[in-house]
C-alpha cells in the first residue's frame, strides 16, 4: 500500500521561504509521478506542482512559477517543494499527491495516493 506523508508547514511572513516535504513509502517510490495540490478555504483543490518519475521533468501552476521549485530524492523515498517569495494567496493546505504513471497530471481524480495535508499560512 502507497502511502505519503507531508510535513514543513507553518506560518510565515509575506515574501519569505518555507520547504514541504513529502515521504513516501513502499520500495516502488522512484516510479510514482509526485505532485503538490493545495486548497485555500472555499476554494477548489489546485495543482501547483509536479515531476515526473521517468525523466524527472518538472511541471508549474503559472502562479507559482519562478517562485516554487519541486525536486525529488528517490534514495529517500521524498519530494520536496521548495517555496520562495510567498503571498498572502498562497495560504492553503498543501497535499502531496502520487500517480503510477510516467506522465504527470493536473487534475486531483488523477492521482490516486493522498497524504493528509501540511498548514501553509502567510501573513504579516
Known amino acids: 500500500q502507497v502511502q505519503v506523508v507531508e510535513s514543513g508547514g507553518g506560518l510565515v511572513q509575506p515574501g519569505e521561504s518555507l520547504r514541504l516535504s513529502c515521504a513516501g513509502s513502499g520500495s516502488t517510490f522512484n516510479y510514482w509521478t509526485l505532485a503538490w495540490f493545495r486548497q485555500a478555504p472555499g476554494k477548489e483543490r489546485e495543482f501547483v506542482a509536479a515531476?515526473?518519475?521517468?525523466?524527472?521533468?518538472?511541471y508549474y501552476a503559472d502562479p507559482v512559477k519562478g517562485r516554487f521549485t519541486i525536486s525529488r530524492d528517490n534514495a529517500k523515498n521524498t519530494v520536496y517543494l521548495q517555496m520562495n517569495s510567498l503571498k498572502p494567496e498562497d495560504a492553503a493546505v498543501y497535499y502531496c499527491?502520487?500517480?503510477?504513471?510516467?506522465?504527470?497530471?493536473?487534475?486531483?481524480?488523477?492521482?490516486?495516493?493522498w497524504g493528509q495535508g501540511t498548514q501553509v499560512t502567510v501573513s504579516s
Open positions: 499527491a502520487a500517480r503510477d504513471y510516467s506522465n504527470y497530471a493536473v487534475r486531483p481524480a488523477d492521482y490516486a495516493y
Open positions: 515531476i515526473s518519475r521517468s525523466s524527472g521533468g518538472t
